[in-house]
């Protein structure tokens, strides 16, 4: 009995795969049919040799100063990390603010501790100057 019913989902006329997954693959066939044509096509119709002008270096309209390869200072990473954090802080902010009048207590201290931690963070990040350039 087992078998039969085993045998009977890959029948063609009731098979779950023609039903559903049938066109999915057909997508997946076609889009790697197209990336095939599309790199072939940009490796046959693109130049072989280029002009010594374009395989040059070239750094917003100038020659570059210095390697490519220096130290980056740190600061520009931490500003970015930081908008980022709290950015995605702030992104929590707004359903909190939709769904005020449907929270129940604990869902209103709940997110007035987050928005507590968060101003934590801030002052922790302005006290020790890290936003301070010089």
């Given at each position: 009995m087992f078998t039969t019913n085993y045998i009977n989902i890959f029948n063609t006329n009731q098979s779950l795969l023609n039903?559903?997954?049938?066109?999915?693959?057909i997508l997946v066939f076609i889009s790697i049919f197209l990336s095939l044509i599309l790199l072939s096509l940009s490796y046959f119709l693109?130049?072989?040799?280029p002009d010594s002008?374009?395989?040059s270096s070239y750094e917003c309209g100038f020659e570059p100063y210095e390697d490519a390869r220096h130290k980056f200072d740190i600061k520009f990473y931490i500003?970015?990390?930081l908008f980022i954090v709290f950015d995605l802080e702030a992104i929590f902010l707004f359903p909190w603010s939709i769904s005020l009048s449907n929270l129940d207590v604990i869902?209103?201290?709940s997110m007035i501790d987050f928005i507590f931690?968060?101003?934590?963070?801030?002052f922790y990040v302005w006290f020790t100057n890290v936003?301070?350039?010089e």
């Open positions: 039903k559903e997954y049938y066109s999915i693959l693109s130049v072989q040799n002008e374009k395989l500003i970015a990390i869902g209103f201290w931690e968060l101003g934590v963070g801030f936003l301070d350039w």
